[in-house]
């Protein structure tokens, strides 16, 4: 077992857990009990990152293959919303919800990506003046996007 990402829903009150070995996706109880795997097999191999809408309730899931999916929270009904057409080596994802927009950075081509959730209207945010984006957070009340550039060694 190879936990490999983690995200909560507050209005359910529970953990989504990623298992990059297993190629799986655990729901469960805060306190770990009523695990159950909602997503498995290679539809989720290499998994990186998961990110929950709370006001669409919708389950996002960036994979190392490279390919942003999102599902029901329940796992039904997954689909790809981009590949590996504008995805290199993507590593984090960040939502806001309220605006409607998915954040992603990637460090092979080093870029912060941003996508609608229905995975509409591809953009580059960031492109220039970053080498190695990890790590990814908004700040939903300033709609400002936060980021590590390791090769550069600062905050952005």
Do not use: C
Request: no cysteine; hydrophobic share 40%.
């Amino acid at each position: 077992m190879e936990l490999s990402s983690l995200t909560y829903d507050w209005k359910d009150r529970k953990l989504y857990i990623g298992d990059a070995v297993a190629n799986k996706i655990y729901r469960m109880n805060l306190n770990g009990t009523q695990s159950t795997v909602i997503i498995e097999g290679s539809q989720i191999r290499s998994l990186r990152a998961l990110a929950i809408d709370w006001i669409g309730r919708k389950l996002y899931q960036l994979l190392g293959t490279p390919e942003i999916r999102v599902s029901e929270l329940d796992g039904r009904f997954g689909i790809t919303l981009l590949d590996s057409r504008y995805l290199s080596q993507p590593n984090y994802l960040a939502i806001d919800p309220l605006v409607g927009y998915l954040f992603y950075s990637d460090w092979g081509q080093p870029h912060i990506g941003r996508i609608n959730l229905d995975g509409s209207n591809f953009v580059k945010v960031i492109g220039t003046d970053t080498a190695g984006p990890l790590g990814l957070t908004i700040d939903i009340i300033t709609q400002r996007i936060f980021w590590i550039d390791r090769r550069l060694q600062r905050l952005e």
